[in-house]
Every structure is written in C-alpha cells, then in structure tokens.
C-alpha cells in the first residue's frame, strides 16, 4: 500500500489533488484541491457531503442545488495563505450540485455519507480557534468541522498550524479501534502546506502494516489508515500547515484517540509550559 503522495501524484483533471475511494484501502474520506485563475469547476450530486474553503486567495463564489431546494450562491472570503488566520466555510449536505467559481486554491473536504444535514455557512471570525499544547509543542487548531461545532453526518475537518521548530501529534496517537466513549476508528488525511519543509511519522499498532517517516511540503499528501501517528514537524525555516479529514464506520461521529504508552507524560510536562507566543496568527 502507498501512503503517501508527493504533490502533482494525485492530481485528475482541472484538480490537484483528489482523494477518494479509487485509492486502494481507501473508504470513507476524501478530499479535493484545485487552484482556480478566474474559472470554474463544477462537482456534481451525489452521495458526498462536503465542507469548502479558501487555502489561500481572493474571494470566491460557490453556486449549489441540494436536491428539492431552491438554487442558492454563497459569496465567500479568501484568505492571504494558511499562515494568516481563518476563512469562511461552507458545508454542503448529501445530492448537492456544486459550481466554484474565482480566483482561489480551494479546498473541499468529502465523506461519503447517507443523511442529510443542513447548508451551513460559517463566516472567518466565527470560525472556534484553540491554542493546543505548550512550549515546543504548540500549534493552532480551527476547530471548524468537529462535533461540536458543525452538524454533519460522518467527516471531522480541522486544520493546525505550527510555527517553525515547534512539534504537532504529540503525544503520538491512534484512533483505528472503536470503544465507545475511549477511541474512534477513523482514517485520516494530511493534506500539507509549507513555508518550508515538515516531517510525518506513523507506524501500525498491530499486525497490520504500516510505517511512514517522511519529508512533507506544499501540496503533499498523507494517508493514515490506522495506527499510531505523530509527531508532524515544521523545520525550524518556517511555519507548517496540515489540513485533517477524518471519517470511518462508527455508529456515532466522534473524535476520540489513545495516547502511545511510551508518550502520556508530554500531556503533564505542558503544565509546566507556556503557550508558543506567536499563536495565535491573525488573519490578513
């Protein structure tokens, strides 16, 4: 199996990267990445809840027909670069037709879902950000598209950042095995931007086979499937950036993970730590 893609690998058509079930072992996630030079493109109805929003770029249009519903467009602000705060989101249910239209790298988080949810528009400034970790370890988290935050169906999006030399996944992590209420069984995506370079790891917590140690930069991907992950490094030359989409089969959509073992005690060491100081970064 192959986990992970250097930009340009995924590319199909007018997108730079599409993610979905063709990939082998690839089941309830998927994402696209386009950069649009005043044009369009269009994704037609079917089975896909989805979440849009700017990587970077001016404003943008998004024209969309949920099934049975009026035809509607959501003008939507861009954002300078990832490094420079929120954006709007909008997320668009099951049976929707969808045309992107401006001058923007967008991005659209997919999972294959079976009920329907609400249009739901979220404007930058309401977007929940939360400052995790401490010292080294910090990084900024936009909690647009978790549970509490957004109604939808299956997927959990976020995006984090870290600023240069500082530790992300920490402590090292796994959510593939469903106890309810203690971990979720989720595969993941990392879609990656970079002033830099970046570094992933992830290893199998079982018998199955996994095992990644890689460089990351702008526009590479990484696929987790299972096991344990973390930490994501930004070099100390820039910030990194990492778009997360998660799904899996559970009866409940929940964001629950176990802690690698040999790693608790990092949770307990922030105690004794302040926050990173450039977090959290501003828009502009």
């Known amino acids: 199996m192959k986990w992970f893609y250097p930009k340009g690998q995924l590319a199909s058509s ?3 990267v599409v993610i979905d079930e063709s990939i082998p072992g690839w089941k309830h996630t998927g994402l696209r990445v386009a950069e649009l030079k005043n044009s369009r493109l269009e994704i037609p109805a079917d089975n896909r809840e989805r979440l849009i929003f700017a990587i970077s770029g001016s404003s ?4 969309y027909e949920v099934a049975g519903q009026v035809p509607a467009i959501q003008k939507m602000q861009g954002r300078t670069s990832v490094f420079r705060g929120t954006t709007d989101h909008l997320y668009l249910p099951i049976n929707t037709k969808i045309t992107i239209t401006g001058d923007v790298k967008v991005a659209v988080a997919e999972a294959p879902a079976k009920n329907s949810f609400p249009v739901k528009f979220i404007k930058a400034g309401d977007v929940p950000v939360a400052i995790r970790g401490a010292g ?6 936009h909690n647009f ?3 509490d935050n957004l ?3 299956r997927f959990i999006v976020v995006e984090v950042v870290v600023p240069a030399g500082n530790w992300s996944g920490v402590p090292c992590h796994k959510h593939d095995t469903y ?11 990392y879609y990656f931007e ?12 079982d018998e199955r086979e996994y095992d990644l140690l890689t460089e990351v930069r702008s526009g590479d991907v990484v696929l987790v499937p299972f096991g344990w992950h973390g930490p994501a490094m930004a070099a100390p030359t820039g910030d990194l950036y990492f778009l997360n989409v998660m799904a899996g089969p559970d009866p409940t959509r929940e964001w629950n993970v176990t802690d690698h073992p040999d790693e608790v005690w990092i949770r307990e060491s922030w105690k ?9 970064y501003n828009a502009s």
């Open 14 to 16: 007018s997108w730079s």
């Open 60 to 63: 943008f249009e998004v024209s």
């Open 136 to 141: 080294a370890s910090t990084r900024e988290i």
């Open 145 to 147: 598209g978790m549970p």
């Open 151 to 153: 109604q939808a169906d």
């Open 179 to 189: 106890v309810p209420g203690k971990e979720s069984n989720l595969e993941e995506i």
């Open 194 to 205: 970079s002033e830099s370079k970046g570094y992933f790891r992830g290893f199998s917590a």
């Open 272 to 280: 004794t730590q302040k926050p990173d100081p450039r977090l959290p």
